[in-house]
């Protein structure tokens, strides 16, 4: 029996949230496992509620059960409340507090979704890689920070525990992989860098067969667009991963594609890197893909069904390659499916 928490949250979330769902349970049934699934309130959802945007109780739910499932948080409504009410302080929060130090986001283009990328076909087919974003340290959570009137201040700091359990798991998917981690950093300028990359490459000698390159984050943000297919496990921190990410997703297409999983040593949360589309929302119209391969990453990491995984991902790309497309990802001029009918052809293509 595994325990699922789901997090609908705002905008487009419930819709494309309810198509995984959908997954789970057609799953469940093909395979005969047990799936229990409980909703909470996060987000402005919550906001509107209880006067929090994470409340303890759901904080609660996420620290008992086998994984979560998010949809997305935010939208306009919410977003002239203070910093610390704001829904992206909640998602910090909940981060830290389930201790999801890794966030791995793989960017992989569908053959059949080759020509929706802004880039030419040639140089993103075929790209294959993931990112492995350190998530619970860096810039985003570094003492002191703060603003006054004249002067602004964060801090970026690491210590080697972090760097060490972030550069050990991506080292670990390498060998299940292409064998190749790049490093990313910006060590010609920030002592912070110096220490990463010298902890990474501590670690590294545990791990001989596998090949290490250490990139500045610059020259990276320009590889990733020149020569994507060059790339195999990209391991960086916080502020230099959610930048990055976002121009790895774009390579392949859409953003509504890609799916991510955050992980710690006993928590994990599973979500779209999209966000809540509020211009869109409740419309049926949001692509429910990069939900769906997130319940795929939860199969591969959390329940360690990497079979299943490879179904969901098989489905995905059958239904694909039907033709079917909903609107982000349709050329001008094709016509778009609705979001419960992009589920409802990848649901069939599971098979009963
Ligand atoms: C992401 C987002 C978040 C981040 C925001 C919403 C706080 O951009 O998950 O990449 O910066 O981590
Ligand atoms: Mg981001």
């Known amino acids: 029996m595994y325990k699922i928490v789901s997090i609908?949250?705002?905008?487009?979330?419930?819709?494309?949230?309810?198509?995984?769902?959908?997954?789970?349970?057609?799953?469940?049934?093909?395979?005969?496992?047990?799936?229990?699934?409980?909703e909470h309130p996060f987000g402005g959802a919550s906001y509107d509620l209880h006067g929090e945007m994470l409340t303890d109780e759901t904080l609660e739910a996420c620290r008992n059960c086998d994984a979560v499932l998010l949809?997305?948080?935010?939208?306009?409504?919410w977003e002239s409340l203070p910093h610390e009410h704001k829904p992206e302080a909640a998602l910090l929060k909940i981060r830290r507090e389930l201790g999801l130090f890794a966030n791995l986001r793989p960017a992989k283009v569908y053959d059949a979704l080759v020509e929706a990328s802004s880039l030419k076909a040639d140089v993103v087919?075929?790209?294959?890689?993931?990112?492995?974003?350190?998530?619970?340290?860096?810039?985003?959570?570094?003492?002191p920070r703060g603003y006054d009137e004249n002067k602004g201040w964060n801090t970026m700091v690491y210590e080697r525990y972090e760097v060490e359990r972030i550069a050990r798991i991506a080292f670990e998917a390498a060998q299940k992989r292409g064998g190749k981690v790049t490093s990313i950093d910006k060590a010609n300028v920030l002592e912070v860098s110096q220490l990463w990359r010298n902890v990474v490459h501590e670690v590294h000698r545990d791990f001989p067969e596998i090949e290490l390159s250490d990139m500045y984050v610059d020259n990276a943000a320009m590889q990733i667009v020149r020569?994507?297919?060059?790339?195999?496990?990209?391991?960086?921190g916080n502020?230099?991963?959610?930048?990055?990410?976002?121009?790895?997703?774009?390579?392949?297409?859409?953003?509504?594609?890609?799916?991510?999983?955050?992980?710690?040593?006993?928590?994990?949360?599973?979500?779209?890197?999209?966000?809540?589309?509020?211009?869109?929302?409740?419309?049926n119209r949001a692509n429910p893909i990069a939900t769906i391969a997130s319940v795929a990453m939860m199969f591969e990491h959390s329940f360690c069904m990497p079979d299943i995984a490879d179904e969901i991902y098989g489905a995905i790309e059958a239904t694909l390659a039907e033709g079917l497309r909903t609107a982000d990802i349709a050329n001008t001029g094709r016509s778009a499916v609705s979001t419960t009918e992009m589920t409802a052809a990848i649901v069939r293509n599971l098979g009963a």
């Open 71 to 77: 949809g997305a948080v935010g939208g306009p409504k």
């Open 125 to 143: 087919g075929g790209t294959d890689f993931i990112v492995f974003r350190e998530l619970t340290g860096g810039i985003y959570f570094g003492q």
């Open 8 to 38: 609908p949250g705002d905008g487009i979330g419930p819709e494309v949230v309810a198509g995984a769902l959908e997954i789970l349970n057609r799953l469940s049934q093909k395979h005969g496992f047990e799936i229990v699934v409980e």
């Open 239 to 283: 502020l230099f991963g959610d930048i990055l990410s976002d121009i790895a997703g774009m390579i392949t297409g859409s953003l509504g594609m890609l799916p991510s999983a955050s992980i710690g040593k006993s928590h994990a949360l599973y979500e779209p890197i999209h966000g809540s589309a509020p211009d869109i929302a409740g419309q």
């Open 227 to 236: 020569n994507p297919k060059q790339f195999d496990v990209i391991v960086t």
